[in-house]
């Protein structure tokens, strides 16, 4: 059974910052391309960042210069570690597992990101 569990996120004020985790279990990230979404309310899922099995990664707009995505093979984990919040980052922030030979996604169930004074 594969399970992609995040955590990490919370209230945080403007200018401030947020580690997100995403725990994978049931398959191997470091084969995947594995990925952070959001979704704030009334809008569509968009992509935040992503990072290749060859460890290439991608940033939307957005997160460039801002956020950063990683990956800890040993853990199984995928990271975002974001800073200077906005108040427009507050959406809830999914992980993504896709598999290119299979084309295979899983999605985990999100966590909360709130930035407000």
């Known amino acids: 059974q594969v399970q992609l569990v995040e955590s990490g996120g919370g209230l945080v004020q403007p200018g401030g910052s947020l580690r997100l985790s995403c725990v994978v279990s049931?398959?191997?990230?470091?084969?995947?391309?594995m990925g952070w979404y959001r979704q704030a309310p009334g809008k569509q899922r968009e992509l935040v960042a992503d990072?290749?099995?060859?460890?290439?990664?991608t940033y939307a707009d957005f997160a460039k210069g801002r956020f950063t995505i990683s990956r800890d093979n040993a853990k199984n984990t995928v990271y975002l570690q974001m800073n200077s919040l906005k108040p427009e980052d507050t959406a809830v922030y999914f992980c993504?597992?896709?598999?290119?030979?299979?084309?295979?996604?899983?999605w985990g169930q999100g966590t909360q990101v709130t930035v407000s004074s």
């Open positions: 993504k597992a896709f598999s290119p030979r299979t084309s295979v996604t899983y």
């Open positions: 049931g398959i191997t990230v470091r084969l995947y391309l």
């Open positions: 990072i290749s099995s060859g460890d290439s990664t």
